[in-house]
């Protein structure tokens, strides 16, 4: 199929699909004489994979990873399950630090006026570092 096609079929833009060949996921198919590559169904099922990882928070370089153990063969379910788990842990401490940051800013909002010039208001000279 071509490019606009799986693009379509993927749920991506073509840029995307771009993107991630300029990354090695998926490899970029060979320009015949006609001009036009011709990508086959398994590229459509990587970049499907590669969206659905993404949306898990996988970075581009953990699903290279990913693919990489499916492309070896001989790996199985516990490397991808320790994958899995170092990718919750890096979520969970995300959770922490936005939980530290939403406390600290209810705390300011809680303590500002809402009136009155930046004099007066403690969210702006937290971050005014005059």
């Known amino acids: ?3 606009s096609a799986l693009a379509r079929q993927a ?16 490899p970029k198919p060979r320009r015949p004489l006609e001009g036009y590559r011709r990508y086959p169904l398994r590229v459509l099922h990587r970049l499907r994979f590669i969206k659905r990882a993404q949306e898990l928070g996988f970075t581009l370089r953990e699903i290279k990873e990913l693919l990489h153990l499916g492309d070896s063969g001989d790996a199985g379910c516990p ?3 320790s994958l899995a788990r170092q990718k919750i842990q890096q979520v969970e401490g995300k959770i ?3 939980g530290s940051m939403r406390h600290a800013l209810v705390e300011l909002a809680e303590s500002c006026p809402g009136e ?5 208001c403690p969210i702006w000279e937290t971050m005014d570092l005059k």
Request: charged fraction near 20%; glycine fraction near 14%.
């Open 1 to 3: 199929m071509l490019i």
């Open 11 to 26: 749920g991506v833009n073509v840029e995307t699909i771009r993107y991630c060949q300029r990354r090695g996921l998926p």
């Open 79 to 81: 490397n991808v399950l």
């Open 96 to 98: 922490r630090t936005l």
């Open 116 to 120: 009155g010039g930046l004099s007066r």
